[in-house]
């Protein structure tokens, strides 16, 4: 390897250097490269041809330039001749300006790519190795598409140098795992196999890493690797401490090929031939034993080294999960090390043998460290080790340990780290359900949890408690008393509260018989923790109440007293005033019966995936989870491929007055279903799941439905009004959301996202504008697991409420064909300035479900506001209305164009009335990247154009806005000022109105 | 299977990235501050792995500067813990004392050492084996570090 910093002279760049550590500020710095810059650049133009040393000491202080932080634009073509000189130095430095400096040059890559053909060619091994290095740091799929198929033949060739085909293997790996296609398998697979056989280490070494890798892909092609693998791995293991020369690493022989090995070993089961499994066996039953015996030094890189090999040996006999023996001796040896004074040693120890403890043979052996466990879960002082601690006993546990781990976990609870807290209590919520053996032990370790963590009880433990609970009668009374007598202490916390209110309500019965815990008693502890609650928790708290009346008559004057109050009857938010409202009037309208009947116990839960472990398991993989969440936001789905170019004829044949009649003929709104008084509520009662938990779709799904805290914006929903606001007429169309400005804004430069998103709802938008026409693909998302009924999407423009039409649902939702053609919807027109098509959607949206709507756009002419979109469903029996603006703005409809610079002046000088130009200066509210600036003008819509501003800084584009009545030319120019932080913006077009439109939406983008 | 390797000093100043999985410019350097914040809020008492998102952070420091290799859950820490070390073995002999200077300056030359070994780990080059068995682990300098132009460290880092 030579060296730049010693020997070999390149004087002048040692120099160079020095000069630049030398510089006070960064000015001179500056100077000084640009000084240099201008030297390398007279150099390099002169007329003297330069000899190899001074280009590569050219070459050299440009990359060196480069790797300070600066732009080299030249110097490229010296680089690459430096590949062709015959000097290693020379083309080792050519080489290394080629992989920092890549780019995509068509005619230099051809060029390189020459050189490196020669350079492989030449049967010089160091001048291939470079070759062979370049492609792999480069990597890039041209360099694969040019090279992929002759590197397998280099590295199987017999002349090929040692050097030559580790480095060849090394490039292949690289180039399979960049674009897989591109690596032929072929005759030289089986060839590569044997190179497990080499004489050489470093060969073996990298084409372990080569078939490990391929072998994933193709198992059987590499199957004869096994016995190759085994047979060296017996050879080094066995070999003694100095056999193997350079590849002893502190008396370790080849610590990183050994573990290469067992790591190969691992993509194939246990070998089926017995001669070659016994030596295997034999192998790993050497490293366990040399474990035992003392170290041949007492350098900790010697232990380290084989302790490597160690853990990857247990992780082998793991893997095969069928030698009861070696497993039994794997565990004692980790048990060893959970008492190192090591922290490394004693995490990974903990590491491996969480997997152990879930095989059979050796879940036993593992048991017996349960102790040692406990105690570093106590005392350990990293929290990663208490961590592996944690998840240790939770692999560990088992019936007869049950007890005791989950006693252990609580009392770690109280003092863990908040980081951990969440997990161990989903971990011992899942431990006291699974070993349960009374319900009734189960019971008191969740109400310990609750206490002593009750911040980290997420709702799917308590849920599933209550589940319990409800299922099995013999812990139904045990229950209630303990929930009563936790109850009793002055502070406790408020998921305790929801537990108990909720089991009190199912089953207070149970305990009423006990003067201490009378009816009265049970509601005025409930209720005296009622105005610390917060709303949702009071919204069940009413629930309870209301059970009360039915299960205990004598209360019901207490309790309707209680719910009478002003603080509940005219309670400012919406869910505690309705289920206020609406359990007076139930208890005071509806007879025993019927109440008894409303009311009756919850009907058991089905049997289902405990939704705690699922919650475990969602926490373990945060990959996977946050890919899901991905796929969510992103609703650019399945069925937006096909065909999806709006027809012109399509769009624009009918005439806005034909669609107005049109309109008018449609059914008028229903009229609203049932009557008034107290019928109508009864109906309303068993219509809303969030109203009465014991009548939702299915027990669970209410359940949860009664605890989603109402949105903030739905409006008041009073028992009342007779007409549920299913068809809103078109002039209630609210005023948009706070927000809605803003999210527009995000649209102004991209067509695709997440237009909305709340609790309940998710909107998605894709759109595509082509002239003066577009589609957009609206998508809907239900987040909860209720069905939306009544939905109904509406385009409205706000300017022109009178001529707007209204395209929701017209008819009653039973009624309506679940999807309707293109004939049946309607068209919403401006008359002067958008058009808008929209289809419908289906009235009801299922939980998790997500419906897509579909609007095809005409402009017509100029148009300043966006249109409005109006969303309205009912959701759980509340009507929810929200109005947002729909990302359509003028800017839409530009297209691009490409001008000359001379052109763009003169149309520029054309345009020059002072009404015509708009301009605005600004702050930057982003950083100032010409990158993203450039995407964001192209998103805009305008073309961008190269060479037109004297200033390279500045950016200039130029676009026409296509309506259907006129089209309007724009030319813009943005200057920014990077000290400054600002921008000036600058647009002119022939509309007045909408220079300063456009100046305006473009402006809020930077 | 090893996802990058990161040389990294105190300052959060990156001397050294490779990544063997593509990594987007400016993600890049959002993952070098959380991974040398995580480091760098370790106690020595401390193991050197940390579960960091999906994968794991394996760490040594030499001096002010930590050596961070991200991994995949199916990687042996142990091997790649002491293969830093190996490494660094390496550029010590290379570099006759290496400094976090050297590493800064001279990174070009490491492109070409770096890449001898390039991908998972090798074993390793002959020369380093003269000095393996000469090289005492107590030698390793770990005196504070005295900063070059506030940037780079001329100690010893190994």
């Given at each position: 390897m030579?060296?730049?910093?010693?020997?070999?002279?390149?004087?002048?760049?040692?120099?160079?250097?020095?000069?630049?550590?030398?510089?006070?500020?960064?000015?001179a710095?500056?100077?000084?490269?640009?000084?240099?810059?201008?030297?390398?650049?007279?150099?390099?133009?002169?007329?003297?041809a330069?000899?190899?040393y001074?280009?590569?000491?050219?070459?050299?202080?440009?990359?060196?330039?480069?790797?300070?932080?600066?732009?080299?634009?030249?110097?490229?073509?010296?680089?690459?001749?430096?590949?062709?000189?015959?000097?290693?130095?020379?083309?080792?430095?050519?080489?290394?300006?080629?992989?920092?400096?890549?780019?995509?040059?068509?005619?230099?890559?051809r060029?390189i790519?020459?050189?490196?053909?020669?350079?492989?060619?030449?049967?010089?091994?160091?001048?291939m190795?470079?070759?062979?290095?370049?492609?792999?740091n480069?990597?890039?799929?041209?360099m694969?598409?040019?090279?992929?198929?002759?590197?397998?033949r280099?590295?199987?060739?017999?002349?090929?140098?040692?050097?030559?085909?580790?480095?060849?293997?090394?490039?292949?790996?690289?180039?399979?795992?960049?674009?897989?296609?591109?690596?032929?398998?072929?005759?030289?697979?089986?060839?590569?196999?044997?190179?497990?056989?080499?004489?050489?280490?470093?060969?073996?070494?990298?084409?372990?890493?080569?078939?490990?890798?391929?072998?994933?892909k193709n198992?059987?092609d590499?199957k004869?690797?096994?016995?190759?693998?085994?047979s060296r791995?017996s050879?080094?293991?066995?070999?003694?401490?100095?056999?193997?020369?350079?590849y002893?690493?502190?008396?370790?022989?080849?610590?990183?090929?050994?573990?290469?090995?067992?790591?190969?070993?691992?993509?194939?089961?246990?070998?089926?031939?017995?001669?070659?499994?016994g030596?295997?066996?034999?192998?790993?039953?050497?490293?366990?034993?040399k474990?035992?015996?003392?170290?041949?030094s007492?350098?900790?890189?010697?232990?380290?080294?084989?302790?490597?090999?160690?853990?990857?040996?247990?992780?082998?006999?793991?893997?095969?999960?069928?030698?009861?023996?070696?497993?039994?001796?794997?565990?004692?040896?980790?048990?060893?090390?959970?008492?190192?004074?090591?922290?490394?040693?004693?995490?990974?120890?903990?590491?491996?043998?969480?997997?152990?403890?879930?095989?059979?043979?050796?879940?036993?052996?593992?048991?017996t460290?349960?102790?040692?466990?406990?105690?570093?879960?106590?005392?350990?002082?990293?929290?990663?080790?208490?961590?592996?601690?944690?998840?240790?006993?939770?692999?560990?546990?088992?019936?007869?340990?049950?007890?005791?781990?989950?006693?252990?976990?609580l009392?770690?609870?109280?003092?863990?780290?908040?980081?951990?807290?969440?997990?161990?209590?989903?971990?011992?919520a899942?431990?006291?359900?699974?070993?349960?053996?009374?319900?009734?032990?189960?019971?008191?370790?969740?109400?310990?949890?609750?206490?002593?963590?009750?911040?980290?009880?997420?709702?799917?433990?308590?849920?599933?408690?209550?589940?319990?609970?409800?299922?099995?009668?013999?812990?139904?009374?045990?229950?209630?008393?303990?929930?009563?007598?936790?109850?009793?202490?002055?502070?406790?916390?408020?998921?305790?509260?929801?537990v108990?209110?909720y089991?009190?309500?199912?089953?207070?019965?149970?305990?009423?018989?006990?003067?201490r815990?009378?009816?009265?008693?049970?509601?005025?502890?409930?209720?005296?923790?009622f105005h610390?609650?917060?709303?949702?928790?009071?919204a069940?708290?009413l629930?309870?109440?209301?059970?009360?009346?039915?299960?205990?008559?004598?209360?019901?004057?207490?309790?309707?007293?209680?719910?009478?109050?002003?603080?509940?009857?005219?309670n400012?938010?919406?869910?505690?005033?309705?289920?206020?409202?609406?359990?007076?009037?139930?208890?005071?309208?509806?007879?025993?019966?019927?109440?008894?009947?409303?009311?009756?116990?919850m009907?058991?839960?089905?049997?289902?995936?405990?939704?705690?472990?699922?919650?475990?398991?969602?926490?373990?993989?945060p990959g996977?989870?946050?890919?899901?969440?991905d796929?969510?936001?992103?609703?650019?789905?399945?069925d937006?491929?096909?065909?999806?170019e709006?027809?012109?004829?399509?769009?624009?044949?009918?005439?806005?007055?034909?669609?107005?009649?049109?309109?008018?003929?449609?059914?008028?709104?229903?009229?609203?279903?049932?009557?008034?008084?107290?019928?109508?509520?009864?109906?309303?009662?068993?219509?809303?799941?969030?109203?009465?938990?014991s009548?939702?779709?299915?027990?669970?799904?209410?359940?949860?439905?009664?605890?989603?805290?109402?949105?903030?914006?739905?409006?008041?929903?009073?028992?009342?009004?007779?007409?549920?606001?299913?068809?809103?007429?078109?002039?209630?169309?609210?005023?948009?959301?706070?927000?809605?400005?803003?999210?527009?804004?995000?649209?102004?430069?991209?067509?695709?996202?997440?237009?909305?998103?709340?609790q309940?709802?998710?909107?998605?938008?894709?759109?595509?504008?082509?002239?003066?026409?577009?589609?957009?693909?609206?998508?809907?998302?239900?987040?909860t697991?209720?069905?939306?009924?009544?939905?109904?999407?509406?385009?409205?423009?706000?300017?022109?409420?009178?001529?707007?039409?209204?395209?929701?649902?017209?008819?009653?939702?039973?009624?309506?064909?679940?999807?309707?053609?293109w004939?049946?919807?309607?068209?919403?027109?401006?008359?002067?300035?958008?058009?808008?098509?929209?289809?419908?959607?289906?009235?009801?949206?299922?939980?998790?479900?997500?419906?897509?709507?579909?609007?095809?756009?005409?402009?017509?002419?100029?148009?300043?506001?966006?249109?409005?979109?109006?969303?309205?469903?009912?959701?759980?029996?509340?009507?929810?209305a929200?109005?947002?603006k729909?990302?359509?703005?003028?800017?839409?409809?530009?297209?691009?164009?490409?001008?000359?610079?001379?052109?763009?002046?003169?149309?520029?000088?054309?345009?020059?009335?002072?009404?015509?130009?708009?301009?605005?200066?600004?702050?930057a509210?982003h950083?100032?990247?010409?990158?993203?600036t450039?995407?964001?003008?192209?998103?805009?819509?305008?073309?961008?154009?190269?060479?037109?501003?004297?200033?390279?800084?500045?950016?200039?584009?130029?676009?026409?806005?296509?309506?259907?009545?006129?089209?309007?030319?724009?030319?813009?120019?943005?200057?920014p000022?990077?000290?400054?932080?600002?921008?000036?913006?600058?647009?002119?077009?022939?509309?007045?109105?909408?220079?300063?439109?456009?100046?305006?939406?473009?402006?809020q983008?930077? | 299977m090893?996802?990058?390797?990161?040389?990294?000093?105190?300052q959060?100043q990156?001397?050294?990235?490779?990544?063997?999985?593509?990594?987007?410019i400016?993600?890049?350097?959002?993952?070098?501050?959380?991974?040398?914040?995580?480091?760098?809020?370790?106690?020595?008492?401390?193991?050197?792995?940390?579960?960091?998102?999906?994968?794991?952070?394996?760490?040594?420091?030499?001096?002010?500067?930590?050596?961070?290799?991200?991994?995949?859950?199916?990687?042996?820490?142990?091997?790649?813990?002491?293969?830093?070390?190996?490494?660094?073995?390496?550029?010590?002999?290379?570099?006759?004392?290496?400094?976090e200077?050297?590493v800064?300056?001279?990174?070009?030359?490491?492109?070409?050492?770096?890449q001898?070994?390039?991908?998972?780990?090798?074993?390793?080059?002959?020369?380093?084996?003269?000095?393996?068995?000469?090289l005492?682990?107590?030698?390793?300098?770990?005196?504070?570090?005295?900063?070059?132009?506030?940037?780079?460290?001329t100690?010893?880092?190994?």
């Amino acid at each position: 390897m030579p060296a730049v910093s010693k020997g070999d002279g390149m004087r002048g760049l040692a120099v160079f250097i020095s000069d630049i550590r030398n510089c006070k500020s960064k000015e001179a710095e500056i100077k000084r490269i640009n000084k240099e810059l201008a030297n390398i650049r007279s150099k390099f133009k002169g007329d003297k041809a330069l000899d190899g040393y001074s280009k590569k000491k050219y070459v050299c202080k440009l990359l060196f330039i480069f790797l300070l932080g600066h732009d080299i634009d030249f110097g490229h073509m010296e680089a690459v001749n430096l590949l062709s000189s015959n000097k290693y130095t020379e083309k080792q430095i050519g080489y290394l300006f080629i992989s920092v400096l890549v780019n995509s040059n068509s005619e230099l890559i051809r060029l390189i790519n020459n050189a490196i053909k020669n350079d492989l060619a030449s049967r010089n091994p160091t001048f291939m190795c470079l070759a062979l290095h370049c492609i792999a740091n480069v990597g890039s799929r041209e360099m694969g598409e040019a090279f992929a198929a002759d590197i397998p033949r280099i590295l199987v060739a017999g002349d090929s140098m040692d050097s030559v085909k580790q480095s060849a293997a090394l490039c292949l790996l690289r180039l399979y795992k960049a674009s897989p296609d591109l690596v032929p398998m072929g005759e030289w697979t089986a060839r590569v196999v044997h190179l497990l056989n080499d004489q050489h280490m470093g060969v073996v070494t990298a084409a372990v890493s080569l078939i490990t890798c391929l072998c994933k892909k193709n198992p059987d092609d590499f199957k004869t690797c096994i016995s190759l693998a085994v047979s060296r791995l017996s050879r080094i293991v066995s070999s003694a401490s100095t056999d193997l020369q350079d590849y002893t690493y502190y008396f370790v022989p080849a610590p990183w090929l050994s573990v290469k090995l067992l790591r190969l070993l691992q993509c194939y089961p246990p070998p089926e031939d017995a001669a070659v499994k016994g030596r295997l066996v034999e192998c790993l039953e050497t490293v366990l034993n040399k474990a035992q015996e003392p170290p041949k030094s007492k350098k900790v890189q010697h232990s380290n080294a084989k302790n490597a090999i160690l853990f990857e040996t247990i992780s082998l006999i793991i893997h095969y999960d069928s030698e009861p023996n070696l497993l039994v001796r794997a565990c004692n040896q980790l048990g060893q090390f959970l008492q190192h004074r090591e922290t490394n040693l004693r995490y990974l120890a903990l590491e491996s043998m969480c997997t152990l403890a879930s095989s059979e043979f050796s879940h036993e052996a593992v048991k017996t460290h349960i102790d040692t466990v406990i105690n570093a879960l106590k005392t350990e002082r990293d929290v990663s080790v208490r961590q592996r601690a944690a998840d240790l006993l939770y692999a560990m546990c088992d019936r007869s340990n049950a007890k005791q781990i989950v006693s252990e976990m609580l009392r770690y609870l109280e003092t863990a780290d908040y980081a951990i807290r969440e997990e161990i209590v989903l971990k011992v919520a899942i431990l006291a359900e699974k070993y349960a053996v009374d319900y009734s032990w189960y019971v008191d370790t969740i109400l310990n949890l609750i206490r002593i963590a009750g911040d980290y009880v997420s709702e799917e433990v308590w849920y599933r408690v209550l589940q319990i609970v409800t299922n099995r009668d013999d812990v139904q009374g045990y229950a209630a008393k303990t929930v009563f007598e936790a109850l009793q202490a002055p502070a406790c916390h408020e998921n305790m509260v929801k537990v108990g209110g909720y089991i009190l309500g199912e089953f207070g019965n149970l305990i009423a018989g006990d003067p201490r815990s009378s009816p009265p008693v049970q509601f005025s502890l409930l209720h005296s923790k009622f105005h610390l609650c917060s709303v949702a928790t009071r919204a069940l708290l009413l629930s309870t109440y209301i059970k009360f009346i039915n299960l205990f008559p004598e209360t019901k004057a207490t309790i309707q007293a209680v719910l009478r109050a002003g603080s509940q009857l005219r309670n400012a938010d919406v869910e505690l005033q309705q289920r206020a409202v609406e359990y007076l009037t139930l208890s005071s309208v509806a007879s025993t019966d019927v109440l008894a009947t409303v009311l009756e116990e919850m009907p058991p839960f089905p049997e289902r995936e405990s939704s705690i472990l699922a919650k475990l398991k969602r926490k373990k993989g945060p990959g996977a989870g946050s890919a899901l969440d991905d796929g969510r936001r992103d609703p650019s789905s399945n069925d937006i491929n096909g065909g999806v170019e709006p027809t012109p004829s399509t769009v624009s044949t009918p005439s806005p007055s034909a669609d107005l009649l049109g309109l008018r003929a449609a059914p008028p709104p229903a009229a609203p279903p049932a009557s008034a008084g107290a019928g109508n509520l009864l109906v309303d009662v068993f219509d809303g799941p969030a109203a009465q938990p014991s009548l939702g779709p299915t027990p669970e799904e209410a359940f949860l439905s009664e605890l989603e805290p109402p949105a903030p914006e739905s409006p008041m929903a009073l028992l009342a009004d007779p007409a549920p606001a299913a068809d809103p007429g078109p002039e209630d169309i609210g005023p948009p959301i706070p927000e809605a400005d803003e999210l527009l804004n995000k649209f102004v430069c991209k067509n695709n996202g997440v237009l909305f998103e709340n609790q309940l709802l998710q909107i998605g938008v894709k759109s595509e504008f082509r002239q003066n026409l577009g589609r957009m693909y609206l998508f809907y998302g239900n987040k909860t697991s209720v069905q939306f009924q009544n939905f109904s999407p509406t385009v409205v423009h706000p300017g022109d409420l009178q001529t707007h039409i209204l395209s929701g649902p017209a008819q009653p939702p039973a009624s309506r064909p679940a999807s309707p053609g293109w004939p049946s919807s309607s068209w919403g027109s401006w008359l002067t300035q958008l058009a808008v098509q929209t289809k419908r959607v289906a009235a009801q949206v299922d939980g998790g479900a997500q419906v897509q709507q579909v609007l095809n756009i005409e402009c017509l002419r100029d148009f300043l506001t966006p249109p409005l979109l109006s969303v309205r469903f009912r959701y759980g029996g509340t009507p929810q209305a929200l109005t947002l603006k729909l990302p359509v703005t003028i800017n839409k409809f530009f297209q691009p164009t490409e001008m000359a610079a001379q052109d763009f002046f003169q149309r520029w000088k054309q345009l020059s009335l002072p009404q015509q130009e708009a301009q605005k200066i600004f702050k930057a509210n982003h950083p100032m990247d010409a990158e993203v600036t450039k995407a964001k003008l192209l998103g805009f819509g305008s073309a961008l154009l190269d060479n037109v501003d004297p200033n390279p800084e500045n950016f200039v584009g130029a676009g026409i806005i296509q309506t259907k009545a006129l089209q309007v030319g724009c030319l813009l120019r943005l200057e920014p000022n990077a000290q400054a932080q600002m921008y000036r913006l600058t647009l002119r077009t022939s509309k007045e109105p909408v220079s300063r439109h456009l100046c305006e939406l473009l402006a809020q983008q930077f | 299977m090893i996802k990058f390797f990161l040389m990294v000093n105190k300052q959060g100043q990156t001397r050294l990235s490779k990544y063997y999985e593509h990594v987007d410019i400016n993600k890049r350097t959002l993952l070098e501050t959380e991974v040398i914040k995580s480091c760098l809020s370790r106690s020595n008492e401390q193991c050197s792995f940390i579960e960091y998102k999906d994968f794991k952070l394996i760490y040594r420091q030499y001096a002010a500067l930590f050596i961070v290799v991200g991994v995949n859950d199916t990687e042996n820490e142990m091997a790649i813990y002491e293969f830093i070390h190996n490494f660094v073995e390496v550029l010590d002999e290379y570099f006759s004392r290496v400094s976090e200077l050297d590493v800064s300056f001279f990174n070009t030359v490491f492109h070409g050492t770096w890449q001898a070994h390039s991908s998972p780990y090798q074993e390793p080059i002959d020369e380093l084996h003269k000095i393996c068995s000469a090289l005492e682990p107590q030698q390793a300098c770990f005196s504070p570090d005295s900063s070059f132009k506030g940037a780079a460290s001329t100690t010893p880092i190994y």
